[in-house]
């Protein structure tokens, strides 16, 4: 449910279109960044393909690493630190152990069955894409026409389904390229399971989400009062359909997280009315970021990011040792593309599952 607030904003609304513009709401100015982002960097490659502007896979590959690694890695790290502040030192506990057996499980199912690892990876990209997004709707425009469990579900598959589908459809060959170096890190003759008959496959994954973008637009569409929502998400569902489908994948998934994924949950957390998430008689680990004392609070806060710098990096150290080819096969930028892409989705899915799903009191991704 939406805080009262953010629904009195959303009411005084009078049409969808003056949002992109004319920032009205503490989380509106990073919404409109996300999405004059995307639709800038859209329409850049439609005009550059025109003029037979192409760019190298290895400017891509370093516009890929800026992105994931500079731009986004640290608000990754902010969502669990904001998520843990003021809660019980029992309750940070048993996340944090949930979180690296996460980690654990999910990187030894590479090693196992690196096939059935990527699958699981795209499946987690789709879902943090998808269901962090229906979220942020919910805090920034809302969901009216989203009716039903099923009907969001809908929603988080098709916004997710971007990020992994559409690259699918319209850069099969880099995307498979990339998908057999991230597969090399682990077993090279294991690649062989990418083969087969690729263009069926796109036949039927294109088939299928297509029906799927009809089923959502065509159900919003139905169910919509009038409020904006429904034009809200069709535009953006259609923006990022655009986005993956011109730009091209490495640049596309490497920008898409920082400008768009995170951007959006800056705006959901400057929406929503964070008074809930106060919780004054618990004592946690993190108490000293709160405390009054300017000093003790700045120390904390430098001893928060330190430890979480070494652990983020010192688990990415402890992949590639453990790695029998860590660059996949596929050069210094490729592979560590390939290589980081891995990395990131070993670490993403506990923090959707742990951090998003299982936290049913707060979550990274939390509205109340």
Not at 290 to 300: E, F, G
Not at 329 to 353: D, M, N, Q, R, T
Request: glycine share 12%; charged share 10%; with cysteine.
């Amino acid at each position: 449910m939406l805080g009262s607030d953010v629904c009195i904003h959303m009411s005084n609304r009078s049409q969808f279109v003056p949002s992109w513009l004319v920032p009205e709401a503490a989380g509106d100015l990073p919404l409109t960044v996300s999405r004059l982002s995307l639709l800038a960097l859209a329409a850049a490659f439609a005009v550059g393909y025109g003029a037979g502007f192409a760019v190298p896979l290895e400017v891509q590959a370093g516009v890929y690493l800026l992105g994931m690694v500079a731009m986004n890695l640290p608000h990754g790290g902010y969502e669990h630190f904001e998520n843990l502040r003021r809660r019980a030192a029992s309750f940070q506990g048993k996340y944090i152990v949930a979180y690296l057996v996460g980690i654990a499980a999910f990187g030894a199912l590479f090693f196992v069955a690196p096939v059935a690892g990527l699958g699981l990876a795209v499946t987690v990209a789709v879902a943090k894409g998808g269901f962090g997004g229906v979220q942020s709707m919910d805090a920034l425009y809302g969901t009216d026409h989203l009716r039903t469990r099923p009907q969001r579900w809908l929603a988080a598959v098709v916004r997710g389904g971007a990020v992994m589908v559409v690259p699918m459809l319209f850069w099969t060959d880099v995307f498979y390229a990339f998908s057999s170096v991230m597969i090399s890190i682990f077993d090279p003759s294991a690649v062989s399971a990418l083969g087969g008959d690729i263009a069926t496959r796109r036949l039927v994954l294109g088939g299928g989400y297509g029906a799927l973008v009809v089923a959502h637009l065509g159900l919003g569409y139905r169910r919509a009062a009038g409020t904006g929502s429904f034009l809200a998400d069709a535009a953006e569902t259609l923006l990022l359909i655009a986005y993956f489908a011109l730009v091209p994948v490495v640049i596309a998934v490497g920008l898409y997280f920082p400008l768009w994924y995170s951007a959006r949950q800056v705006a959901r957390s400057s929406a929503v009315d964070d008074t809930a998430m106060t919780q004054a008689d618990a004592t946690g680990m993190l108490d000293a970021l709160d405390a009054d004392d300017p000093a003790r609070a700045t120390l904390a806060s430098w001893a928060v990011l330190i430890v979480g710098s070494v652990a983020t990096f010192g688990l990415a150290a402890v992949l590639w040792l453990l790695s029998p080819q860590p660059l996949g096969g596929g050069g210094i930028l490729v592979g560590l593309v390939a290589f980081w892409s891995i990395f990131v989705s070993i670490i993403a899915l506990p923090h959707v599952v742990v951090g998003g799903w299982l936290d049913r009191t707060r979550g990274i991704w939390y509205v109340p």
